[in-house]
């Protein structure tokens, strides 16, 4: 697979000489300037690829080039932005920019509830808590019919840290959930915003009355209306999975397990139109057999996030080693079935001095170094045992 990393553009901290000195083959990243919904001018879409070709390096994915809410929930301008869209496709191609991740998830990008959980070997990482979450949703969001979602377990939980939640991790919870994890992703909501959890609402509002089914039939819409630009320039767009892959927040979720892959690839069935196979997300789902998955969609998947969870019980999760047998597995699928796609290590722990350096939650340079030596390690063992055979 080819060695690529998530990088945050010209002024991400980590620079391209940084990359190209660690084993790094191929860029993911996108045009953060521009805001979602504008068009990406093919001049921008060129000076960068041509910036990171200075550095020795290519433009391998676009991660992400935004849908527009209005689009997921059919909003009376949706047609208007997929004109917009398309025209960021076109750009893209002309630019020889052929691969493009992106996700259909109402509001949010991804959720944890502790982005620094301290690990018994003194690095941080990403954790998810299910009473944490819950109550955030019902204390703090306060959204209505909410408690409808746990279980009376669930709930009780949430009771007993009403009694015990300080201001100061409140405001935490709506830093995690609302502003850090999104903001940098999808532009819904910035640091600069005062009132997070309103404008957080009205977001959620707006899909009310929007069902799995309904959102299923504005995905086909809108992936219907992008395939003859995808067709013309040979641009492979790769949905990303809910993260995490099961209902939360009252949203529908549309890219949780098999069953919606497969619906997504039928629905519209165009070699343009592919799946992204992020491990991770995947694997918080405990309905998924992740192995499973990659030998099922391993040929329609253009890209690959490998990284994986680890289950703690009562409905928590929290990243995993990324030596983990089953990420072997996924690479020894990969690795045979569609040995060129390009992969990048995701959600690297935060460790040695990477904590002062200001990166987005879960991409710190030494923990996602040491992901892509641990990863290349594996493929080149799984490499060996091939050519052998």
Not at 48 to 70: F, K, N, R, T
Not at 102 to 113: E, Q, S
Not at 198 to 223: C, H, P, S
Not at 279 to 296: E, H, I, K, T, Y
Request: aromatic letters at 10%; proline letters at 5%.
């Amino acid at each position: 697979m080819l060695k690529t990393w998530r990088w945050f553009g010209k002024r991400d901290n980590i620079t391209l000489p940084m990359l190209k000195q660690i084993g790094v083959e191929g860029i993911v990243t996108a045009l953060h300037d521009i805001p979602n919904g504008q068009v990406w001018p093919y001049e921008a879409v060129k000076d960068m690829c041509d910036y990171i070709q200075g550095a020795g390096l290519v433009w391998s994915v676009v991660e992400s080039l935004p849908v527009s809410e209005s689009i997921k929930y059919g909003g009376p301008d949706r047609d208007q932005l997929i004109e917009t869209y398309i025209e960021s496709l076109a750009n893209l191609g002309k630019a020889g920019v052929k691969t493009v991740c992106y996700n259909f998830m109402p509001v949010i990008d991804w959720i944890r509830t502790d982005l620094n959980h301290l690990m018994p070997d003194g690095t941080y990482t990403l954790y998810f808590d299910r009473a944490r979450f819950a109550y955030f949703d019902c204390c703090i969001l306060k959204r209505e019919g909410a408690e409808k979602d746990y279980t009376a377990e669930e709930m009780e939980k949430v009771r007993e840290l009403d009694k015990t939640m300080t201001d100061a991790e409140k405001e935490e919870l709506i830093e995690n959930i609302i502003v850090k994890t999104q903001g940098f992703v999808n532009g819904n909501i910035t640091e600069e915003d005062k009132h997070p959890v309103k404008l957080f609402k009205a977001l959620l509002d707006q899909y009310k009355g929007i069902d799995k089914y309904k959102l299923r039939e504005n995905m086909a819409y809108f992936l219907q209306a992008i395939m003859p630009v995808c067709e013309q320039y040979g641009i492979r767009m790769c949905v990303h999975p809910d993260d995490p892959p099961f209902a939360v927040l009252g949203l529908p979720r549309i890219v949780t397990n098999a069953e919606d892959i497969e619906w997504i690839l039928h629905a519209v069935d165009n070699p343009c139109n592919g799946l992204t196979f992020c491990a991770g997300s995947l694997s918080a789902g405990v309905q998924n057999d992740v192995p499973a998955m990659a030998r099922m969609f391993a040929k329609r998947s253009p890209f690959v996030h490998l990284r994986y969870t680890t289950q703690t019980g009562n409905g928590n999760f929290m990243e995993s080693s990324h030596l983990n047998s089953k990420l072997i597995e996924v690479i020894r699928v990969f690795e045979s079935e569609n040995p060129t796609v390009p992969m990048r290590p995701d959600h690297g722990r935060l460790m040695l001095d990477d904590g002062d350096k200001g990166y987005n939650p879960g991409y710190s340079f030494h923990g996602r170094m040491m992901a892509l030596a641990e990863l290349s390690g594996m493929m080149a063992v799984i490499d060996n045992e091939l050519n052998q055979k």
